[in-house]
């Protein structure tokens, strides 16, 4: 029972968190100007990264699933992933920008 209420917890958290990321994300990419038909789903990776990296370094520890595997991820795995989000956060506008020059 508690896996179940722990499965129901992580998708209440990546389906009520990542709606609301996702729409100032893509608030601030339609004021940039970003093509959301062709890289959008960028940001919604990134989101979806961001929010692994951070229910597995904090939220894990306060749910009701108390069996083996609960543990951090390594630190240089967080900040490899940070990264990459960051860097897919902020690829979209950019490849908006260049468009333009490889037509």
């Given at each position: 029972?508690?896996?179940?209420?722990?499965?129901?917890?992580?998708?209440?958290?990546?389906?009520i968190?990542?709606?609301?990321?996702?729409?100032?994300?893509?608030?601030?990419?339609?004021?940039?100007?970003?093509?959301?038909?062709?890289?959008?789903?960028?940001?919604?990776?990134?989101?979806?990264?961001?929010?692994?990296?951070?229910?597995r370094?904090?939220?894990?520890?306060?749910?009701?699933?108390?069996?083996?595997?609960?543990?951090?991820?390594?630190?240089?795995?967080?900040?490899?992933?940070?990264?990459?989000?960051?860097?897919l956060?902020?690829?979209?506008?950019?490849?908006?920008m260049?468009?333009?020059?490889?037509?």
């Amino acid at each position: 029972m508690r896996v179940l209420l722990e499965l129901l917890r992580i998708i209440f958290i990546v389906g009520i968190a990542g709606a609301i990321i996702s729409a100032i994300v893509n608030g601030i990419y339609i004021n940039l100007g970003v093509n959301m038909n062709q890289y959008g789903w960028l940001g919604s990776i990134a989101i979806l990264i961001l929010l692994f990296v951070w229910y597995r370094n904090k939220l894990q520890f306060s749910g009701w699933y108390s069996g083996k595997g609960k543990e951090k991820l390594p630190k240089m795995v967080s900040r490899i992933l940070i990264l990459c989000s960051l860097f897919l956060l902020c690829a979209p506008p950019a490849l908006s920008m260049l468009q333009p020059i490889f037509q």
